[in-house]
């Protein structure tokens, strides 16, 4: 076994953590510990912190200010109420939005037996403004997912032989998260896959991508590991991976993801916590 060169630090750290250590040391023996992550993890790499993350939202691609934001600001109690402020400016400024996100309807479907001209003049009305408002509210979605994109990615370095020599938080726990079956990311973005494919060996890029992403919270677990969990939504650097379609980042979507996890949702994160030893890391 390679011998690692310790420092005062670490030796003081080790003294004043033995049992929490040998804890977690048995939990991986037994493959019993979860790492789950936080944006801390990845601020190295180039991506922004809250408050950053929410001042670069609240402009345009053209760089002018979001209408109203300063003022938002100003009144928000934190930077979660901002988020979902912000979230609304972004919405009211969103060019041909038939309807917003919180009017959505309820996504229920119905089938029709009969052709279009056997249903009721006043219901094909109602049709058609109810899928123009499924459509807004897609559009909506769309033009959210790619604006926060530009915005978390904006100091990220492309290459990914170059992202991968980045000193971050990731690179300690590499071996861990691939002998781990699941590792949790609060993160939108796909920094624990892009160094998983770059680490990838000759042999290991024929056979797989070297990873699984999910981020739905009721996916059926895929027998091959690891699999990185992205609760809070996904969306990679490269525009052509599908993204999840909803990112939680409001205010209403972190009650709605409280809310869910209450009823019985998001199995996946209800199993680690409650069956495993959970280690966060860049978490407030």
């Not at 011998?3 to 004043?16: I, P, Q, Y």
């Not at 861990?176 to 990311?185: D, G, K, N, V, Y």
């Not at 973005?189 to 892009?194: F, L, N, Q």
Request: charge should be positive; include cysteine.
């Amino acid at each position: 076994m390679a011998k690692h060169a310790l420092t005062e630090a670490h030796e003081s750290v080790l003294r004043a953590n033995l049992r929490p250590l040998a804890h977690m040391r048995q939990q991986i023996d037994a493959d019993r510990l979860c790492l789950i992550f936080g944006a801390g993890a990845g601020h190295n790499l180039g991506f922004p912190k809250w408050q950053e993350l929410l001042d670069s939202l609240a402009t345009h691609g053209d760089g002018t200010a979001l209408e109203g934001y300063a003022a938002a600001k100003k009144s928000a109690n934190d930077g979660t109420s901002l988020a979902q402020l912000l979230l609304k400016l972004f919405e009211n400024s969103h060019d041909g939005q038939s309807s917003g996100i919180n009017k959505a309807d309820s996504g229920q479907s119905v089938e029709f037996k009969l052709p279009i001209t056997a249903i009721p003049k006043n219901w094909r009305k109602n049709l058609r403004d109810s899928a123009s408002q499924r459509k807004g509210t897609a559009d909506l979605l769309a033009a959210w997912r790619k604006h926060v994109h530009s915005a978390l990615y904006k100091k990220v370095e492309e290459d990914d032989v170059l992202f991968t020599r980045t000193r971050c938080y990731y690179k300690s726990f590499l071996d861990l998260i691939r002998r781990s079956a699941i590792t949790i990311t609060y993160n939108f973005d796909d920094s624990i896959e892009r160094f998983l494919a770059t680490g990838r060996s000759h042999g290991e890029r024929r056979a797989s991508r070297g990873y699984t992403t999910i981020y739905d919270e009721n996916s059926q677990l895929p027998t091959n590991s690891p699999v990185i969990y992205h609760p809070n939504g996904f969306l990679a650097r490269r525009i052509n991976e599908k993204p999840s379609t909803h990112l939680i980042f409001s205010e209403d979507s972190f009650s709605e993801q409280l809310t869910d996890s209450i009823t019985g949702r998001h199995a996946v994160m209800q199993s680690q916590l409650s069956q495993k030893t959970c280690l966060f890391i860049g978490c407030s």
